[in-house]
T-cell receptor
Framework: DAGVTQSPTHLIKTRGQQVTLRCSPK?????VSWYQQALGQGPQFIFQ???????QRGNFPDRFSGHQFPNYSSELNVNALLLGDSALYLC????????????FGPGTRLTVT | RKEVEQDPGPFNVPEGATVAFNCTYS??????FFWYRQDCRKEPKLLMS???SGNEDGRFTAQLNRASQYISLLIRDSKLSDSATYLC??????????FGQGTTLQVKP
């Protein structure tokens, strides 16, 4: 049973560039959430996708956008990268958009220079 | 005030010790509660869900006090492999997980 997978594992970008991160949920899961984790902090919720729609959004600017595909996989896009966007980006999946446990992928470590 | 507050530690304990972590949350409407474990530069992994009746999984015991909006995690007979960051997590029934900053545990030989 495959767990949550993410790609790429590491990425280095320059300020002002755009980046796309990808996530495939755990088998049987239909809801994907994205989190940003800065060094020394807990993960911060970016947004959640269910039935190909953004259902909830955290306190992140519009530079952060996403998409969910019919196979439940998801992308996170960040435009006009800032140095402060350097972080570990985590994808989590669950069976429903309710209160069930969420399972995390290994993350993508983004460095903006 | 942060939505979920934890003492960041670090907690340095010898092998075999019992250690307890506490966490408070601000949203009284929160529906589900979890402890996640995170190793350095790795993803958070679900350690256990926390129920009002309390629950135990081997050496780990979690408790929830809804009236005080307080969650705890007790680790008995600490092992070197327990060294990690423990994240207190609250879900206000919206599917959005709210994480505490994490508490760092270092178990020494």
């Amino acid at each position: 049973d495959a767990g949550v997978t993410q790609s790429p594992t590491h990425l280095i970008k320059t300020r002002g560039q755009q980046v796309t991160l990808r996530c495939s949920p755990k088998s049987g899961h239909d809801t994907v959430s994205w989190y940003q984790q800065a060094l020394g902090q807990g993960p911060q919720f970016i947004f959640q996708y269910y039935e190909e729609e953004e259902r909830q959004r955290g306190n992140f600017p519009d530079r952060f956008s996403g998409h969910q595909f019919p196979n439940y996989s998801s992308e996170l896009n960040v435009n006009a990268l800032l140095l402060g966007d350097s972080a570990l980006y985590l994808c989590a999946s669950t069976r429903t958009s309710g209160a069930y446990e969420q399972y995390f992928g290994p993350g993508t470590r983004l460095t903006v220079t | 005030r942060k939505e979920v507050e934890q003492d960041p530690g670090p907690f340095n304990v010898p092998e075999g010790a019992t250690v307890a972590f506490n966490c408070t949350y601000s949203n009284s409407a929160s529906q589900s509660f979890f402890w996640y474990r995170q190793d350095c530069r790795k993803e958070p992994k679900l350690l256990m869900s926390v129920y009002s009746s309390g629950n135990e999984d081997g050496r780990f015991t979690a408790q929830l006090n809804r009236a005080s909006q307080y969650i705890s995690l007790l680790i008995r007979d600490s092992k070197l492999s327990d060294s990690a960051t423990y994240l207190c997590v609250v879900n206000p029934a919206t599917g959005k997980l709210i994480f505490g900053q994490g508490t760092t545990l270092q178990v020494k030989p």
